[in-house]
């Protein structure tokens, strides 16, 4: 599988409502890191972040794991 079939697919699920609410301090605090590394060193997941970013005003539980997903598999590169 390819990263931009994931990309879609991650978007799909991460703009869907059904997912309980979560804290978006701590859902700020991961796509902010992520903008971070997309800016000086990952751009390769630029558009992923982009998607993400997309939620920042009401994030779902869904899209936290996902942003904590992406984290943990592309920071620990660098």
Do not use: K
């Given at each position: 599988?390819?990263?931009i079939s994931t990309v879609n697919k991650m978007a799909g699920?991460?703009?869907s409502e059904d997912s309980?609410?979560?804290?978006?301090?701590?859902?700020?605090?991961?796509?902010g890191k992520l903008m971070f590394a997309c800016?000086?060193?990952?751009?390769?997941?630029?558009h992923a972040v982009g998607l993400l970013a997309r939620?920042?005003?009401?994030?779902?539980?869904l899209c936290l794991n996902a942003a904590?997903?992406?984290?943990?598999?592309?920071?620990?590169v660098l």
């Open positions: 599988m390819n990263m699920l991460v703009l309980p609410a979560c804290d978006a301090f701590s859902y700020r605090t991961v796509i800016s000086t060193t990952r751009i390769d997941i630029a939620r920042l005003e009401a994030p779902r539980e904590n997903a992406y984290e943990n598999g592309f920071l620990c």
